[in-house]
């Protein structure tokens, strides 16, 4: 009986092993992960979850009985040593096991601060794993200070969660604006007035020098001289694809573990997905970090170690919910020349961004109607001309039918 295995137990792993099943597959599943919890969900992790709204078990994408239930085997707090590929198999320490296929879902690091400026300072925190978060709570409280480090959406949310539970907010980006590697101007003047508008100090185009204190952190220095208090430090400074398991196996790296559209690595029988995997988009080779790309990217790989030849198509998609906003993002703004502004009912706002007379993504706040046209189109290759992104809502929809 052929046996399937799946390291990473987040929701590419999950997705994976779930849709084998379903798919029909009945040989041996095995899906390992480090952590002690059965795979659940990250992004309330940092909202819900940290804001007390969420208990952990809601976290959880299946109850453990659901794995028993299908006959995979799961392993948990587990840690896989070493890959050989010559002979299929993976070292658990001293366990052996061995592999028909393999699947690396091995997801992300998140970046931390070096020792040397203070990173291994008692109340400095990651926010990418149910442990870090649980450590982080008992700091988020009423009028204690916390210091963001990094202005993409981790380090804002993160700043919204603190000033929501009433914190002393001071958020450091040392680009000369937030969210400028992966926004317009637009979208990062929106975001940074609905910070501001409740309580966040937002300095950019400063970085950090150092954070102060002996064992616990007591603050920071700036790269400007200037000196801030803090109680607690949240570094949300982009993650790393976790690729030492590959890496160390001989297998082929670039951003990433390298996969064909079929996530195939560069190892017989080894595949990929999920935020480690590198894939062919439209002419170039790209890295999603996403839900949905771990969702999607997992189930045709699932197909695929069954022998399928099914390519993988992305449809980049994102979100990100800060206070009332919620933001949702299709499409990949490389190359954008021009962003329209859409203007809707009750504050609702979305940025259009062109390359040429092209659609090529959106960033909606609060505008579900205009990112949903939006997203229909990009996906359908297809564009509207700028004078047509403020067409009134009633209408919007009339643009797909084209």
């Known amino acids: ?40 969900e990250r992004p309330p992790l940092s909202k819900a979850y940290l804001l007390g709204e969420m208990a952990q078990e809601r976290l959880y994408l299946r109850p453990a009985q659901f794995y028993d239930d299908l006959n995979i085997t799961l392993r948990l707090n587990t840690r896989v040593t070493a890959i050989d590929t010559e002979a299929r198999t993976i ?14 879902c091995t997801g992300s690091h998140p970046r931390r601060l070096p020792a040397a400026i203070g990173g291994d300072l008692e109340n400095v925190f990651v926010v990418r794993t149910l442990a870090d978060v649980d450590a982080m709570e008992p700091q988020v409280r009423q009028g204690a200070k916390a210091l963001i480090i990094g ?31 992966v926004a317009a101007k637009e979208t990062s003047d929106h975001f940074r007035e609905l910070h501001r508008s409740h309580g966040v100090d937002i300095r950019e185009g400063v970085g950090l020098e150092r954070l102060l204190g002996e064992d ?29 398991l590959a890496e160390a196996a001989g297998i082929a790296l670039d951003n990433g573990i390298r996969t064909d559209a079929q996530g195939r690595t560069s190892a017989p029988d080894v595949f990929a997905a999920g935020d480690c ?42 979100w990100s919910d800060q206070y009332d906003c919620k933001l949702q993002i299709a499409g990949l703004n490389k190359g954008y020349d021009h962003v329209e502004t859409r203007h809707g009912e009750d504050g609702r706002k979305s940025f259009w961004y062109f390359h040429g007379d092209q659609l090529v993504a959106v960033d909606a706040m609060n505008d579900a109607r205009g990112y949903m046209v939006a997203k229909r189109l990009i996906e359908a290759g297809k564009s509207v001309t700028r004078d047509e992104v403020h067409t009134p809502d009633a209408e919007l929809k009339a643009l797909l039918k084209r």
């Open 216 to 244: 616990k952190v007591s603050g920071a220095r700036l790269t400007d001289g200037s000196e801030i208090a803090a109680d607690m430090v949240v570094v949300g400074v982009g993650i790393v694809p976790a690729t030492e």
């Open 151 to 181: 202005g993409g959406y981790i380090g804002l949310e993160a700043a919204a969660v603190a000033a929501k539970k009433g914190m002393q907010v001071t958020l450091v980006e040392m680009a000369e604006r937030i969210l400028q590697r």
């Open 91 to 104: 070292s658990l320490g001293d366990e052996v096991l061995s592999y028909d296929k393999l699947a690396l």
């Open 277 to 318: 995997a590198s894939f062919p988009y439209r002419g170039e080779r790209i890295r999603l970090e996403s839900v949905p790309n771990a969702i999607d990217q997992a189930e045709v790989v699932a197909q695929n170690m069954m022998g399928g030849a099914v390519d993988y198509v992305a449809t980049p998609w994102f």
């Open 1 to 40: 009986m052929a046996h399937f295995i799946v390291v990473g137990g987040g929701q590419a792993g999950a997705s994976l092993v779930a849709k084998l099943r379903n798919s029909g597959f009945e040989g041996e599943i095995t899906l390992i992960g480090e952590e002690p919890v059965p795979p659940y």
